[in-house]
């Protein structure tokens, strides 16, 4: 079933410090019209600050489709469009992950009269069965399998979770959890992500539903960025991507072909296998001086050490090093904590003999 998404926040809201707000002189249409932009371009080169500063806040307002074909012959406005197309870029992942309501809040709150919960790009939904044990040695569980359904224009890494964060109230007594201390890392494949958590109970539980209230932390990236990497720059500033850090190490020329090979530390405590999507989120490619576009057949991750990984990417029969290794990586990689609650989730009997 499609559910609303109108509403998300994120934890990453630091760069929204880069977005400044503009209300540009619009044509009759309420749109900036093709001589107001082409001025705006041009005054990026201007001698006067404020007038390139005006420009640039102006030309941050535009869709980023509308701004791609904008080039400039001037290095200083050449640099500008770079800066701006990547807030820009920005922008528009955060307007796809609800960003700009997040500033107002630091915790998204999804709450749900029923066993579902919607908010903004994630819906919440719980099935609850009570697993009745014959033995009075054993305990009874209440088994709550969540899932989690996250919107299209949002691409989820994975879902960190502490049982302790949860409380299941039955028939109005709070259950503890059966794991206090389990502490989950749940990978994301594709749109939704399923989890179960138990809860001791009592032996005799009349209750027909249950009401399951708690925290937990989604990481997510949305909206796509260009990191580009010309090959005769090897050691340039590397670019930062959430908590990756990646630059261009080597180059190699031989007989065979031409081999490039990135540099690539993640912060401390960040699992490499779910971030690796920050560098080749959706695929590598050659961009020659000429503008092909050549794709990259054969990619090698190797661990170097701790947090540091190397991504070697070869291609055969390309011998010329004047051009560029193109990653495209999410514009924004985020942290968005939740708060959840569903309020009454329908409590199914299942005999022990029947797990």
């Known amino acids: 079933m499609t559910r609303p998404f109108r509403l998300c926040c994120c934890h990453a809201c630091i760069a929204f410090a880069l977005l400044i707000a503009a209300v540009p ?10 001589q107001q932009v082409s001025q705006w371009v041009q005054d990026l080169s201007a001698p006067s600050r404020k007038t390139r500063e005006l420009a640039e806040r102006e030309l941050c307002s535009l869709p980023l489709a509308d701004f791609e074909r904008l080039q400039s012959d001037d290095a200083l406005g050449a640099t500008a469009l770079t800066r701006i197309r990547r807030r820009i870029q920005i922008r528009e992942a955060y307007e796809a992950i609800g960003g700009a309501e997040f500033r107002a809040q630091k915790e998204i709150k999804i709450e749900g009269l029923g066993h579902v919960a919607t908010g903004g790009c994630l819906a919440i939904s719980g099935v609850a069965t009570n697993h009745q044990s014959d033995d009075e040695d054993s305990p009874n569980l209440i088994r709550v399998r969540l899932r989690l359904d996250v919107a299209p224009d949002v691409r989820p890494i994975d879902v960190l979770l502490a049982d302790a964060d949860l409380e299941l109230n039955c028939g109005g007594e709070r259950l503890q959890p059966f794991s206090p201390n389990a502490r989950r890392e749940i990978a994301c494949d594709g749109q939704q992500v399923e989890l179960t958590v138990n809860f001791l109970a009592p032996h005799e539980v009349k209750a027909t539903s249950c009401q399951l209230s708690g925290r ?16 005769n720059a090897v050691g340039a500033e590397p670019h930062r991507v959430g908590q990756t850090e990646v630059e261009l190490a080597q180059v190699q020329s031989d007989n065979d072909g031409l081999s490039a090979t990135l540099r690539v530390a993640t912060s401390p405590g960040i699992t490499w296998e779910s971030y690796r999507a920050e560098v080749l989120h959706r695929g590598v490619w050659l961009q020659t001086k000429n503008g092909e576009r050549i794709p990259c057949p054969d990619i090698e991750v190797s661990a170097v050490e701790g947090d540091l990984h190397t991504v070697r990417c070869r291609f055969s029969g390309i011998k010329s090093e004047d051009a560029a290794l193109i990653c495209q990586a999410p514009a924004v990689v985020a942290n968005v904590p939740v708060q959840f609650s569903l309020g009454e989730i329908p409590l199914e009997p299942l005999k022990a003999s029947n797990r």
């Not at 009759?28 to 019209?33: K, N, P, R």
């Not at 932390?217 to 090959?231: K, M, N, W």
């Open 216 to 231: 937990l932390l989604l990481r997510c990236s949305a909206g796509d960025a260009l990191l580009t990497f010309p090959l």
């Open 25 to 34: 002189a619009h044509g009759a249409d309420g749109a900036a019209t093709q």
